[in-house]
């Protein structure tokens, strides 16, 4: 579907799939161009998909066959938390105090580029100071981080629940761009994400990162795919501020913010280190950029720092993309993920003889 003023149009009749309109060498164009009937309004669908009445329209995730990769400790403010959980061994409670010695280290805040010169002497200062880690290559190293963050087709999007197992005493929200890529490497357009994250998880042995970031409506995207044009384009997302705000039933409110200029790798340098000679996606990739937020405002006891609690509001926004909503739950009471490629496949055969592919 596509988004005209209130109106939802219904796209099937052109492309079957995201992924599919994705490929085409103009989506932007085709999409502008569509004949495409109206199905819904945007305001009735964008307040069911709160809710939990099955029977009515929602918003899904904008993506569907695009396998889901994403990038961490893409800004220097990640690389630090991701020190200090390591540090901490998981355990929230000697967060507050780690976080000091670590900035003590370092002299302050640091924003370096990852293999610059400046970049070797923040390692050589943290390995002699004895906080050596294997997140510094990463964070400072010529290589960034990519992983799949969640299968394909398992996204949740805007109004769903997203969950939190509830094994976890440490997690956050990470909001995100994600930027929506075609087969050939090229960014098409795109999203917000939030790439809920298990703080005490990952941060026993980053062997667990599978463990921390996919889990059952761990990944949300949405609340569409901007795509890219001549206005909208990647050097205008260059300078995005993406804002987070949390609303707790116990009253609690944390707000934060991802401001993309900080960001300490190009989106080329990501998109080019997950796609290329080396690994190709036939249906294309969202890619999760990373981000600069991690948060040490207090929720309860002074120093025992923030995590979750089911029912919070988690509201990510930024001027071109619009606002991503979810409420978090424990991931054990929320419906199983059922909807799979074998699904997916029945669903287009249901809509009748496959057409050449032509896009």
């Not at 355990?91 to 003590?104: I, K, N, P, Y």
């Not at 300078?239 to 116990?250: A, H, K, P």
């Amino acid at each position: 579907m596509t988004v005209r003023e209130d109106q939802l149009l219904d796209l099937t009749d052109e492309f079957s799939t995201v992924a599919e309109l994705i490929e085409h060498a103009a989506p932007e164009r085709a999409v502008a161009q569509a004949a495409a009937p109206v199905r819904w309004s945007l305001r009735d669908v964008a307040a069911s998909s709160a809710g939990a009445d099955p029977n009515v329209p929602r918003l899904l995730a904008p993506i569907d066959l695009q396998v889901i990769k994403a990038c961490g400790i893409t800004f220097t403010e990640s690389l630090i938390e991701r020190v200090i959980e390591e540090r901490c061994r998981g355990d929230f409670t000697r967060a507050s105090a780690v976080r000091g010695l670590v900035m003590d280290a370092l002299g302050g805040r640091v924003a370096v580029a990852p293999g610059s010169p400046e970049a070797l002497r923040v390692n050589e200062v943290l390995t002699a100071q004895g906080m050596w880690s294997q997140y510094l290559e990463v964070g400072l190293g010529p290589y960034p981080e990519v992983f799949t963050k969640a299968p394909v087709l398992s996204s949740v999007g805007h109004g769903s629940a997203i969950g939190i197992p509830s094994f976890s005493e440490w997690n956050n929200p990470e909001p995100e761009l994600v930027l929506v890529v075609d087969s050939g490497g090229r960014v098409k357009g795109a999203s917000l994400g939030n790439d809920v994250n298990l703080r005490d998880v990952e941060g026993r042995s980053a062997l667990l990162l599978g463990m921390a970031k996919d889990n059952n409506a761990s990944c949300a995207v949405g609340p569409f795919i901007r795509l890219l044009d001549g206005d909208f384009t990647l050097d205008v997302l260059r300078d995005e501020e993406i804002t987070l705000q949390i609303d707790g039933r116990d009253g609690f409110r944390l707000e934060g913010h991802n401001s993309l200029s900080r960001i300490s790798r190009t989106f080329e340098e990501l998109v080019g280190a997950t796609y290329g000679v080396h690994h190709q996606y036939p249906d294309g990739f969202a890619l999760f950029t990373g981000t600069l937020f991690a948060p040490t405002q207090d929720r309860g006891e002074e120093g025992m720092g923030f995590t979750h609690r089911p029912g919070d509001r988690v509201t990510i926004s930024s001027p071109h993309l619009g606002t991503l909503m979810n409420t978090t739950a424990p991931t054990e009471e929320l419906p199983p993920w059922g909807f799979g490629l074998l699904a997916m496949s029945k669903y287009l055969a249901g809509l009748g003889p496959a057409r050449t592919f032509q896009h």
